[in-house]
């Protein structure tokens, strides 16, 4: 990955994880968390574990971030994205939707 697609990639990833490593790692420790997404085989479901990848990627400096922390920086701005396309009418507060997207680093309630 070039220089130029590093910082698009990383200018991308700022946009779509509103939360701060901390408030990510508070809502990891949730049931609500814990309830969404789908399970791999030791039973932590995808996006649960790449809310742990996001803290260590948000608490890694930049200048120190290696190749395959920016792939996973593009797989999670790709599934925010494609997540925020699927917004379900009425109040999202306490929704899988919501809590899928949090899991992954982005609350939608702090959206405009």
Do not use: C
């Amino acid at each position: 990955m070039d220089a130029e697609t590093k910082q698009k990639v990383y200018d991308d990833f700022q946009d779509a994880v509103n939360m701060q490593p901390a408030e990510i790692e508070k809502w990891l420790d949730t049931d609500e968390s814990r309830s969404v997404g789908q399970k791999d085989d030791g039973g932590e479901s995808v996006g649960h574990e790449s809310g742990r990848r996001i803290v260590e990627i948000k608490r890694t400096n930049k200048a120190d971030l290696t190749d395959s922390q920016y792939e996973h920086m593009q797989k999670v701005v790709g599934y925010v994205h494609r997540h925020k396309a699927q917004k379900p009418d009425g109040d999202i507060k306490q929704s899988d939707w919501r809590y899928s997207l949090m899991n992954w680093g982005h609350d939608p309630m702090k959206d405009g």
